[in-house]
């Protein structure tokens, strides 16, 4: 009876059995983890990037509907119509999509959802996984931008064409042309940032130290090369109403507050684009011509009546 009790209990091929099971079991569970929880994973970046860029056509769609006199009530309509086509071209039912379009605030928010089918996981139970992507942009005037020009305005209403910069200054600004003094002083770097724009960020607030001098030839040069980059890239078809976004000829000034004597501080009070018409050159003097225009420009959004309007708005993914 002994020697039975002890083969038994020396006989392990039911507990291999068991334990091979219970390996397959977790095996099968880690499988399930890897393939379908990094597959959701996957699938849930591309949902996400798809309700960030919906979100960001809809407040597109909403500022350019009001930054073309249009209403309120047309301009969520038309957000609301761009976030659901950009949606649906993704692939993404209608009904799984939620728009809200806050008009007061300009802000456009996209809640989508997807159920994706598991391959592994139904061995443990779970047949599908559901997904969810959230997003909201925002639209409106900015409160500061990179890229400025050299050159600023002062406050009151932009609109029409306009001789930006003469040769003679105001006669009670004598030495001051509008010009600033952007990263850096002098002649050449006046014709730098005129050309390529200045690399430093621009906030609402801020003095900025004017450029003193006429410099005629550097203002003709700086803007002359904006016009003919236009002709080289857009066969110089660019105008005021019809302009290839991003055209060298569109470009962000500072509107200044401040009566500048010589090298002095003005304020930036806002910010306005302006389409560039022509520079001329007559006698010792450079005339420039310009066209304000609204526009959406690569800036950061301000809250609300943080900033003046002056029709160049930007629009930033908040959320």
Not at 104 to 114: A, F, I, L, P, R
Not at 128 to 153: N, Q, W, Y
Request: aromatic share 6%; with cysteine.
């Amino acid at each position: 009876m002994k020697y039975k009790i002890k083969k038994l209990l020396r006989c392990e091929n039911g507990v291999s059995i068991v334990i091979v099971a219970l390996a397959m079991s977790v095996l099968f569970g880690f499988t399930a983890l890897v393939f379908d929880v990094g597959s959701l994973l996957e699938s849930k970046r591309r949902l996400q990037t798809v309700a960030d860029a919906a979100a960001l056509a809809g407040a597109q769609k909403f500022a350019e509907t009001i930054l073309n006199n249009g209403t309120t009530m047309e301009a969520e309509a038309s957000a609301h119509n761009s976030a659901i086509e950009y949606i649906t071209k993704n692939g993404i039912q209608e009904a799984c999509t939620t728009i809200s379009i806050d008009q007061q605030n300009k802000t456009v928010t996209v809640d989508v959802y997807e159920e994706q089918d598991l391959a592994f996981a139904p061995m443990i139970g779970f047949s599908k996984g559901r997904k969810e992507a959230h997003s909201k942009a925002v639209t409106g005037p900015i409160d500061s931008c990179e890229g400025m020009l050299p050159v600023f305005v002062t406050g009151g209403e932009k609109s029409g064409v306009v001789s930006l910069r003469q040769g003679l200054p105001p006669p009670d600004n004598p030495g001051n042309f509008y010009a600033l003094a952007l990263g850096g002083t002098g002649n050449q770097n006046y014709e730098e940032k005129l050309k390529f724009g200045y690399d430093g960020l621009i906030c609402l607030g801020q003095e900025l130290t004017t450029e003193t001098g006429n410099k005629p030839q550097g203002t003709v040069n700086g803007l002359q090369y904006r016009i003919d980059k236009c002709t080289e890239l857009h066969g110089g078809s660019c105008n005021a109403l019809s302009y290839t976004p991003g055209c060298a000829r569109i470009v962000t000034i500072p509107v200044c507050a401040g009566s500048p004597s010589g090298r002095d501080k003005v304020t930036v009070t806002g910010f306005v684009s302006l389409f560039i018409e022509s520079v001329t050159m007559h006698g010792g003097e450079a005339v420039v011509n310009v066209t304000f225009i609204n526009c959406i420009t690569a800036g950061h959004v301000g809250g609300p009546d943080q900033t003046a309007d002056y029709k160049t708005w930007g629009v930033n993914l908040i959320d």
